[in-house]
């Protein structure tokens, strides 16, 4: 009776497994938490083999100076949050958090912006570009970011 139990558990357990890496393949954030509300969108230069934004003393003639390769228009989710030096970890929080002058600066956090098909996941960066999975698709297309999910784009502020 109780390896019967133990077995069936076992099945349900790989089961599961299967489930989770079938719904893998997302966006990086679990549907729990909270995505971004992709608020503030900006064209900025971005380096698609260094996966950054360089500023404009790193572009020299279209190209990153960085990697020499070319850098690209892209739509970028702009949130900014607070760090500071002063409390040893480096967490994001939403506010200036001891008010002292010099510890807590704000930065900006950017985040490369997605067009996700809600019914079939299909995604691409334009949206005109985005391929559903069947023909028949009725999902309706929804401006998403990169990181949404993780704070400052959504997502809980770190303690
Ligand atoms: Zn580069
Ligand atoms: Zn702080
Ligand atoms: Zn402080
Ligand atoms: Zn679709
Ligand atoms: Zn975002």
Redesign the pocket.
Known sequence: MKRIAMASLAAAFLCGLTLAQDMGGGMGAKPQEKACDVSKVETRDY????K?W?ASDQIEKG???????K?EKAETCVKTCFTCKMHGAPARHSKDCCGAKGCCKEIPVLALVWYKCDACSAKARKETDVKHATETCAGKIAKTCEQSGTFPHGGEESK
């Not at 380096?47 to 260094?50: A, F, K, L, M």
Request: contains cysteine; proline residues 14%; glycine residues 8%.
């Open positions: 380096c698609p083999t260094c950054a360089p190209n990153c100076k960085t990697c020499k390769g850098v």
